[in-house]
């Protein structure tokens, strides 16, 4: 069967797109294992994420499904490359702050580079934004939801 109008044919972007988020999904399955699911009534510590898995896995075969007018992959512009990079490697680094400096800080460490230096947004809202965003998340989590947050050396 040939298309028309000119489109080509190859690997489209959401095809990629929906299997990584398949195989990030099978490995979350892969790693809850090691957590009880429980029961419906009485859910154990692997339920929820492994309801979660298991939506991401089927949101990624959708997308994979629904990839007919997505750009094809070879032809993805990837001039936001390294600002990507620079994201995921900041990510990486709050993960292991976060146990040494404590969740506030981490999260507002975090949000500085992000918005800051990343985005290069202006220094007043920046700082307000992580502040507010850190302690209220923190004040939502683990006093509202009692979810228990690191503090790290200082309380904080």
């Not at 939801?145 to 309380?155: I, N, R």
């Amino acid at each position: 069967m040939q298309q028309t109008g000119g489109a080509s044919r190859g690997l489209r972007s959401d095809v990629v797109a929906g299997v990584v988020l398949m195989l990030i999904a099978l490995l979350a399955g892969w790693q809850n294992r090691a957590y009880p699911v429980g029961t419906l009534a009485e859910p154990g510590p692997g339920y929820m994420p492994l309801m979660i898995a298991g939506a991401l896995g089927v949101f990624g075969l959708l997308i994979a499904l629904r990839a007919g007018t997505s750009p094809l992959f070879n032809a993805v512009d990837w001039s936001e490359g390294r600002r990507g990079i620079v994201m995921l490697i900041a990510c990486g680094v709050a993960v292991l702050a976060l146990e040494r400096i404590g969740y506030r800080l981490s999260m507002t460490a975090l949000l500085v580079f992000m918005l800051g230096v990343v985005e290069r947004k202006r220094p007043v809202p920046t700082l307000l934004v992580a502040f507010g965003f850190a302690f209220l998340s923190y004040y939502l989590f683990a006093s509202l939801l009692k979810v228990q947050l690191p503090h790290g050396p200082w309380g904080l």
